[in-house]
């Protein structure tokens, strides 16, 4: 046992000191990467218990493993990726994100790398109508600017604060581990931990499996662990075009017209979603273009072709395009599994299942992207967050019960529930009709109660207890 377990750490090694070429805004970098060795024997030990398995080390489970390992749990978080990779996404930061990293110490100063700040929003309706709104200063109420950061750093970032508290708590961190099979107990009603595949030194794989009273799904639309106790314990539908958005993202650098507000544009051909524009860097934005699944097959688009149109023959956008430069093999699609409230979910739970005896999902693989913004990596730290405060080692130590998870599902819909209506309400009154849309763009710059529904997706402090309803937008549109 003892060579394997050398072997295992001497892979781990290797991997994560290889070094790696990207190209950050038309530059070449080369960076190498310190070696991470795993610490403990027992950590790597076959069926060896942790406290808690975190299954994909994007910002939902990093936050879980951050969470757990502060409290004093021993982790395992693993991701088959080797970090840092990319990761489709808008790259901006909303105000769950910015609270997040509040909490553990990890503010723009010194955590970022290359980063844009924001201090507004521009909008544009189909007819052609444009506003820019901007933050208010700090209050109460909102912050005065968020951020926006590239995935591949912010991401790398945030799983490197998780391997501190982790590693400090010891846990341990496996990156390049490819999760096979969900382990069950007690007659297949309880998820015990994991079976999966990661490349040994002499190029081999290695199958070895681990063992927690708590596995916790984190790892996006497709996560292993949501394909286990959703498809498979419960067999319930994992994808709902009606609830699910597709995006595409590029990264341009010498986009002309360029200023520190995020870009949201509501053009014709792409109603209902929205065309982006965000900083990200000096020079470096972020382009992207995001619509409603179900809308998408009905019309038999692609947003490849919907983002050449915008930028190459559109007579609004082509000409900031024209001198501008796309960062070769940018160009990457995604799904978003959206929060929006199901009709008649399968098992009653709102949005749809998230957890079992032994095993909790959170972030994207519980389904919770807004159905509005499409934004995610908030709900995916709150939803870890709350994953969290229903474990408890002591109390679980021979499994994480029915009962807690059941706890868990209540509280999360109880936590985002209101949100989640309110952006469902919003995605299927303004981004469906062009009419609204126009009204809402010509007047948003006028309205203080418009500006609020913009505001509170991006820099809220606190989520609003009575957010506006639908009657009072529209009366706030007419009158």
């Given at each position: ?16 000191s ?41 910002p ?20 088959r ?18 609270s997040?990293?509040?909490e ?30 901007f ?14 950061q ?28 490819t ?27 290695e ?31 994992l994808?709902?075009p ?79 395009f ?25 098992s ?7 957890a ?30 709350i ?17 807690a ?5 209540r ?33 948003v ?10 505001f ?9 207890d ?14």
């Amino acid at each position: 046992m003892g060579a394997r377990i050398v072997a295992i750490q001497l892979a781990i090694a290797f991997q994560t000191s290889r070094k790696y070429a990207d190209s950050f805004s038309g530059r070449y970098k080369e960076r190498a990467i310190d070696e991470r060795l795993v610490t403990s024997e027992d950590s790597i030990t076959t069926g060896k218990p942790h406290d808690v398995i975190v299954v994909g080390a994007g910002p939902a489970g990093s936050a879980a493993a951050c969470y757990a390992a502060r409290e004093g749990y021993r982790v395992l978080l693993v991701d088959r990726a080797t970090f840092p990779r990319d990761k489709v996404c808008g790259d901006a930061l909303g105000w769950k994100t910015l609270s997040f990293l509040r909490e553990f110490g990890m503010g723009a100063n010194g955590f970022v790398e290359e980063n844009a700040p924001f201090n507004g929003v521009r909008v544009s309706s189909p007819n052609g109508n444009e506003a820019t709104i901007f933050l208010p200063e700090d209050g109460d109420e909102y912050y005065p600017r968020g951020w926006c950061q590239r995935r591949e750093i912010f991401d790398n970032s945030l799983m490197d604060k998780a391997r501190e508290l982790v590693e400090g708590s010891g846990g341990t961190v496996i990156e390049g581990f490819t999760v096979k099979e969900i382990l069950y107990g007690d007659a297949e009603s309880r998820i015990i931990g994991i079976r999966g595949r990661m490349k040994s030194i002499d190029d081999t794989m290695e199958s070895i499996e681990f063992h927690a009273p708590l596995t916790i799904g984190a790892g996006g639309y497709n996560c292993p662990v949501s394909r286990s106790l959703i498809g498979g314990t419960f067999e319930e539908p994992l994808s709902n075009p009606s609830h699910y958005a597709a995006a595409y993202r590029q990264y341009w650098s010498g986009v002309s017209d360029c200023d520190n507000q995020i870009e949201l544009h509501f053009l014709d051909k792409i109603i209902p979603g929205y065309f982006w524009i965000f900083p990200v860097s000096e020079d470096v934005v972020n382009v992207g273009i995001g619509s409603l699944q179900r809308h998408l097959d009905a019309r038999s688009m692609k947003l490849r072709e919907m983002m050449d149109y915008v930028t190459k023959e559109n007579p609004k956008f082509a000409p900031r395009f024209a001198n501008a430069i796309l960062e070769e093999g940018s160009g990457k699609g995604s799904k978003l599994p959206l929060g929006s409230p199901r009709r008649l979910p399968p098992s009653g739970i709102q949005p749809r299942r998230s957890a079992m005896a032994g095993g909790i999902l959170i972030g994207d693989a519980a389904s919770l992207v807004d159905p509005f913004s499409g934004e995610g990596i908030g709900n995916a730290v709150h939803s870890a967050e709350i994953a969290i405060s229903h474990f408890s080692s002591a109390d679980n130590s021979e499994g994480f019960p029915e009962s807690a998870a059941n706890e868990y599902q209540r509280d999360l819909w109880g936590a985002m529930g209101g949100e989640m209506s309110h952006s469902s309400m919003l995605q299927k009154t303004f981004l469906k009709s062009p009419t609204l849309m126009n009204m809402f763009v010509s007047k948003v710059g006028k309205k203080q109660l418009l500006q609020k529904v913009l505001f509170d997706l991006t820099a809220r402090k606190q989520p609003r207890d009575n957010p506006p309803s639908r009657l009072r937008i529209l009366l706030s549109l007419l009158f």
